[in-house]
T-cell receptor
Framework: KAGVTQTPRYLIKTRGQQVTLSCSPI?????VSWYQQTPGQGLQFLFE???????NKGNFPGRFSGRQFSNSRSEMNVSTLELGDSALYLC???????????????FGSGTQLSVL | DQQVKQNSPSLSVQEGRISILNCDYT??????FLWYKKYPAEGPTFLIS?????DKNEDGRFTVFLNKSAKHLSLHIVPSQPGDSAVYFC????????????FGGGTRLMVKP
């Protein structure tokens, strides 16, 4: 079974631009979560989608948004990039049906975003 | 406000000995805890988890202990192997939080041959 796939692997943008990152979950997994990893703040939860609906959202500004498609693939978008958005963005998937929590997450290798 | 803390940024252990990684949390609502291992340029890999109804969970060389009264958990690796060298993250969640995990800052484990 293929793992969680994230594209692109590396991305360089300049301040003010916008960026879209893509995530394909493990086949059959219906929940996709996004996390940001930075040296200063560690791993922080961005949002989670299940059945095309945002289920939870972390404490990030509205410039960070996401969506999930009917095939469970997900994208996240960051608009008006700032230098502080430079980070490793990780996507994770799980089976996680409604009412089933506490499942382990399977992470992709991430997209390393550098904002210049 | 860090709700999950790993106070040791790094730990060095000799091969074959025990590695003990510690994690403290402050939010009493947390009822599920996980440990992840991360190699450079890769995403975190799930290691082991424990529900708050238990105080111990074992999987091969890995054992997680939970002390709810102290809001403390630890991961024991016995025996430690050089391939265990990685960054270890503890994470916590609570019922109805879905997959919203709160992570600690990580501990870099180095196992010396």
């Amino acid at each position: 079974k293929a793992g969680v796939t994230q594209t692109p692997r590396y991305l360089i943008k300049t301040r003010g631009q916008q960026v879209t990152l893509s995530c394909s979950p493990i086949s059959g997994h219906r929940s996709v979560s996004w996390y940001q990893q930075t040296p200063g703040q560690g791993l922080q939860f961005l949002f989670e989608y299940f059945s095309e609906t945002q289920r939870n959202k972390g404490n990030f500004p509205g410039r960070f948004s996401g969506r999930q498609f009917s095939n469970s693939r997900s994208e996240m978008n960051v608009s008006t990039l700032e230098l502080g958005d430079s980070a490793l963005y990780l996507c994770a998937s799980s089976l996680n049906g409604p009412g089933q929590t506490n499942e382990k997450l399977f992470f992709g290798s991430g997209t390393q975003l550098s904002v210049l | 406000d860090q709700q999950v803390k790993q106070n040791s940024p790094s730990l060095s252990v000799q091969e074959g000995r025990i590695s003990i990684l510690n994690c403290d949390y402050t939010n009493s609502m947390f009822d599920y805890f996980l440990w992840y291992k991360k190699y450079p340029a890769e995403g975190p890999t799930f290691l082991i988890s424990i529900s708050s109804i238990k105080d111990k969970n074992e999987d091969g060389r890995f054992t997680v202990f939970l002390n709810k009264s102290a809001k403390h958990l630890s991961l024991h690796i016995v025996p430690s192997q050089p391939g265990d060298s990685a960054v270890y993250f503890c994470a916590a969640s609570y019922n109805n939080a879905g997959n919203m995990l709160t992570f600690g800052g990580g501990t870099r484990l180095m196992v010396k041959p």
